[in-house]
């Protein structure tokens, strides 16, 4: 049986657009690109189709986490932008809030991941045969009971911030599909936004740089 993504009634936000990139704000509960039937009505990508049907995605966020989105507009731009992603030089920032307060100020988690096939989409830790993957995290202020984090993922595997948080012992608020009862039910959403993104116009060359407020 199929399940059914609920439809997500928030507007997609434009933050910058010209003839080579757009730039976007996704809301929670927006697939980044359409998913199978049922699910494949609505998404940023196909937003932004709409609009140009030249729209291509270059890197994507989970249904659940908000926040900047950059797409290209021609081919060109879609491969220039994914060498960037590919070559680790787009600068990316979340912020997120998590449950309990992490022992150290910051630090890093450096586990390898790979998907969990019979619980898909789910992701987990296999030391041999997981993919290398590293999450830089800084304390950003906190609670008796939260703690508020900027985290760098180093790469980008799938649910990697979720994951790591999790193992670190400090699982994501909201989160369906690693956090524990207490703290997934203390939100109906994941408390995860990318914030803050930083990349080369792949035209121009120039340091594009931009910022969003998480919302929770």
């Known amino acids: 049986m199929s399940y059914i993504v609920p439809p997500c009634t928030e507007e997609l936000i434009e933050l910058y657009r010209d003839t080579q990139i757009v730039v976007v ?11 199978r039937p049922p699910n494949d009505s ?6 932004l189709q709409k609009i140009n049907s030249e729209s291509r995605v270059v890197h994507r966020l989970d249904m ?3 926040g900047l989105m950059v ?3 021609d081919a060109d731009s879609h491969r220039n932008l994914s060498r960037q992603f590919q070559d680790r030089k787009v600068k990316k920032g979340y912020v997120a809030e998590v449950w309990g307060k992490p022992a150290n100020a910051e630090g890093e988690v450096n586990l390898p991941l790979r998907c969990d096939w019979p619980n898909r989409p789910r992701q987990m830790v296999d030391h041999e045969l997981g993919k290398p993957s590293l999450t830089k995290y800084q304390l950003m ?3 008796s009971s939260h703690g508020r984090v900027w985290l760098e993922p180093v790469t980008g595997r ?3 911030l979720r994951v790591h948080m999790a193992e670190l012992g400090h699982p994501i608020l909201g989160c369906e599909f690693y956090a524990h009862d207490e703290a997934r039910q203390e939100s109906s959403r994941l408390h995860l ?3 803050y993104l930083e990349f ?17």
Do not use: I
């Open 64 to 66: 659940s986490t908000s």
């Open 141 to 143: 202020t906190s609670d």
């Open 200 to 216: 080369s116009h792949p035209l121009s060359n120039e340091q594009m740089t931009f910022d969003s407020p998480a919302p929770f």
């Open 193 to 195: 936004h990318a914030s």
């Open 158 to 160: 799938s649910h990697q």
């Open 71 to 73: 797409l290209a507009l």
């Open 42 to 47: 609505d998404s940023a990508l196909g937003r």
């Open 25 to 35: 704000n996704k809301p929670t509960g927006l697939l980044s690109v359409p998913g």
